[in-house]
């Protein structure tokens, strides 16, 4: 889901953030002159309500393994904040960045605190279901007893 965007203004990356219960109106990408390769690519800074830049945030240069694009993950966190916002950038300097907002996956954890590998993502809960491969009803299945009848 786009949550925001940043722009090129005058040599600065500058963008907002809103979400229903966020508004962060002026944000700024501030390059973070490093030679650790561990090191975030930006800093997310904020314009606060005393009209000071302050850090909230960072972004680490990443690579799609399947598209080969580059693009710039990391989160927002403040303590105004209830939880930190995990956030992804998409798109260049020059024609700007759509910021991505997507809920992490939960973490299955077992009792003794070691993690469990998750189901495979297409699997299917509500089991085979009564169509056959090219979306036609599948003429052997009889109607469930538990079936919401139809209105008449």
Known sequence: MNIGSFKSVNGQLLGSVATATIDLARLGLRPVESTNERAPAFEIMVLNIAKRWVQIGALWEMTSNSSGEVFYQGKLDDPSLPEPLQIMLFGNNDEGFRVVWNR???????????????GPRNSDPFGSGNATEDG??????????DQVPAFT
């Open 136 to 145: 036609k009803l599948n003429e052997t299945d009889e109607l469930a007893d």
């Open 104 to 118: 992490p996956a939960p973490r299955r954890e077992g009792l003794d605190g070691t993690r469990t590998a998750r």
